[in-house]
C-alpha cells in the first residue's frame, strides 16, 4: 500500500503501520521520552469546537519539542466571507509540517501540500487519531495486540458519529466482534457488525461499551429525535452495565452528556477507562505526528 500524506481514513494508514503506530505509543507512555522535531510546526485549524482532539495534537506536538501555531476561524477572514477551503489553502500556503484540520464537511482532496495533513474530525465521516487511540487503549487494557473474539458493543448515534465510523474499521482490523445498539432513526449498517435496537436483544458476553453522545448538531431537519426516549431505551446506567462481563471496560470519546447517553455512576465506574482515552490520547498522536514527519522527508 502507498503510504499516504494526507491521512483522512484509518483505511490511510496499512496495517503494519498502525501497529507500528501502537508500538511507538506504548514506548511514549512508558517511558515518556520523546524524540525531539525542533523545527518543525503543527498548525491546527479547528472549524468545529473542540476541547480534546486539538489540545491533544497540541500537547504531543510540544512533547515532540515542535512549535504550535493555532488558526481561530472566530477571528479570521471567514468572517469577511472566505471560504474553508480557500482558508485551508491558504494554511497550505504558510508550509505547516503538519495541518490537522476538523470541519463539518469532508475535504476536497488530495489537497496541494508538501506537508502532512491530519484529519481530526470531518463531519459524519471519519475521526481517525481518535479510533487509534481507542484501540490502543484497548490492547493496553487487554495487554494484547489484537482485539481477537472481544465483544465490542457501540450504543448511541452511530450514524453521525465519525468516532464510531473509524472505530468499527480500525477494531474489524483487530479482529474484534461489533455489535451496535441505536434507535433505527441513528442506526447504519456496516459489513460484518450486527445492529440492535433494543437492550433485551444484545449478547451479554460484552466485553467492551463504548457510549456515543447524541449529535445534535447533525440530526437533519426530518429526523426524529426525543430525548426522553432515548434515555428510557439507550443510557447505560449500572443495572443494563451488570448484564455484561464483571470486568466490562467502558469507553466514551467524550463530550460526555451524563444522564443522557451514560449514567453518572457509569461514567465514574471502576471499569471506565475514560480518563485512560484522554490520557493515550496525546500518546497516539505524538506517535501519529512521529510518522507523518517521517513520511514527509520521504
Ligand atoms: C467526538 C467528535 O468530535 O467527533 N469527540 C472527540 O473528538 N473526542 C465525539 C462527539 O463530538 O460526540
Redesign the pocket.
Given at each position: 500500500m502507498v503510504k499516504k500524506k494526507q491521512i483522512f481514513s484509518i483505511d490511510d494508514i496499512s496495517d503494519g503501520d498502525i501497529n507500528r503506530l501502537f508500538f511507538r505509543a506504548r514506548s511514549f507512555k512508558e517511558s515518556n521520552n520523546y524524540p525531539q522535531f525542533r523545527k518543525a510546526v503543527l498548525l491546527t485549524a479547528f472549524f468545529e469546537p473542540?476541547t480534546?482532539?486539538r489540545l491533544s495534537f497540541e500537547m504531543a506536538a510540544l512533547r515532540l519539542g515542535m512549535r504550535v501555531a493555532n488558526f481561530q476561524p472566530q477571528t479570521s477572514s471567514m468572517s469577511k466571507g472566505e471560504s474553508i477551503e480557500e482558508t485551508i489553502d491558504t494554511l497550505l500556503a504558510m508550509n505547516p509540517d503538519i495541518l490537522v484540520t476538523r470541519q463539518a464537511e469532508s475535504l476536497k482532496l488530495p489537497l496541494k501540500t508538501h506537508g502532512i495533513v491530519i484529519n481530526g474530525?470531518d463531519g459524519c465521516n471519519e475521526?481517525p487519531s481518535?479510533a487509534l487511540l481507542d484501540c490502543f487503549t484497548l490492547l493496553h487494557h487487554f495487554q494484547s495486540d489484537n482485539l481477537y473474539k472481544k465483544n465490542i458493543l457501540i450504543i448511541g448515534d452511530i450514524a453521525h458519529s465519525?468516532?464510531a465510523h473509524s472505530g468499527i474499521k480500525l477494531l474489524k482490523r483487530l479482529n474484534a466482534n461489533v455489535f451496535l445498539l441505536s434507535p433505527k432513526a441513528l442506526a447504519v449498517v456496516h459489513e460484518d457488525v450486527e445492529n440492535f435496537t433494543s437492550f433485551n436483544d444484545v449478547p451479554t458476553d460484552i466485553d467492551v461499551v463504548m457510549c456515543?453522545?447524541v449529535?445534535k448538531e447533525r440530526l437533519g431537519q426530518g429526523d426524529v429525535f426525543n430525548q426522553r426516549d432515548f434515555i428510557a431505551d439507550f443510557c447505560l446506567t449500572k443495572e443494563r452495565l451488570e448484564n455484561f462481563h464483571k470486568h466490562c471496560a467502558i469507553l466514551h470519546?467524550?463530550?460526555m452528556n451524563k444522564g443522557i447517553e451514560i449514567s453518572e455512576e457509569v461514567a465514574k465506574h471502576p471499569c471506565s477507562l475514560i480518563s485512560e482515552q484522554v490520557k493515550n490520547g496525546i500518546f497516539i498522536r505524538a506517535a501519529l505526528m512521529e510518522y507523518g514527519l517521517e513520511l514527509k522527508s520521504l
Open positions: 473542540s480534546r482532539t474530525g475521526h481518535q465519525r468516532v456515543l453522545r449529535q470519546p467524550g463530550p
